[in-house]
């Protein structure tokens, strides 16, 4: 027999993973957990990272993203020079191959917010719209996350700094 504690304790964690749950569908594509990391300092720009995996049979193609927060809203991806440097480069469109999951993420592809028009709190949702040549515009919120504590013995700087 299970107590009343143990059923309450069940219930509210299962009641919690759609709370927390941060996803969203469009057709063939799932579109996980948009995120902004906090910037350490009064910043006008912030990184903009998610998963998009397409289920479907047919490719598509990721074409923009449109936002209120900030003036213009681009995706980039970081590319790596063999002197170790890293620069960001401005994407056109993203490919989505059918059964594939791209990730956008530090050193990768990215979305950049630039000419943020007010600081980022940790715990906000930004709405946003990303824009998918096939799926069409999908509206996501871009939850604000409080920054990570860097990993002992961690270096390096943060790539995104200069934008």
Known sequence: MFS???R?????????????AHDYKAGDL????PAIPQPLTRAMSAGGFFAVTNTGLQ????????VDFAERAEVH??????????????????DLPPGET???ERGGYHVMFMGLKSGLEAGAKLPGTLVFE???RVAVDFA???????EPGAKGKDPHAHH
């Not at 309450?8 to 927390?20: H, K, M, Q, T, Y």
């Not at 799932?30 to 957990?33: N, S, V």
């Not at 490719?59 to 449109?66: F, H, P």
């Open 4 to 6: 009343n504690l143990t």
């Open 59 to 66: 490719a598509d193609r990721l074409i923009g993203v449109e």
């Open 134 to 136: 096939k799926a069409g």
């Open 144 to 150: 604000v996350e409080a920054p990570k504590k860097p």
């Open 102 to 104: 791209v990730t956008f």
């Open 77 to 94: 991806i970081t590319e790596h020079g063999t002197d170790g440097s890293a620069k960001m480069v401005h994407v056109e469109a993203i």
């Open 30 to 33: 799932a579109i996980a957990h």
């Open 8 to 20: 309450g304790l069940a219930l509210a964690a299962l009641l919690a993973v759609p709370a927390a």
